[in-house]
């Protein structure tokens, strides 16, 4: 995971990008994925939450932090 979140800090993305986080039984992140029509993705009934970028790198280091410490 660290390697997506050295590329995250590295580049520039488009403001309206968005991405979902999924997890493993253990509360480790399993799974990131970029959003790429967030407006439609909202539509529906089981999305899960969307994240900005900021909030993405924000999760992302706190699951680097937790697995460090495991």
Same mark, same amino acid.
């Given at each position: 995971m660290s390697s997506y979140?050295?590329?995250? %800090?590295?580049t520039k993305t488009h403001k309206d990008n968005r991405w979902i986080v999924k997890y493993n039984a253990d509360?480790?992140?399993k799974e990131v994925k970029l959003i790429y029509n967030p407006k439609?993705? %909202?539509k529906y009934d089981n999305s899960k939450p969307l994240y900005n970028k900021t909030k993405l790198l924000e999760i992302l280091e706190n699951d680097k932090k937790n697995r460090q410490t495991k």
């Open positions: 979140l050295s590329h995250l %800090k590295r509360d480790t992140i439609e993705y %909202k």
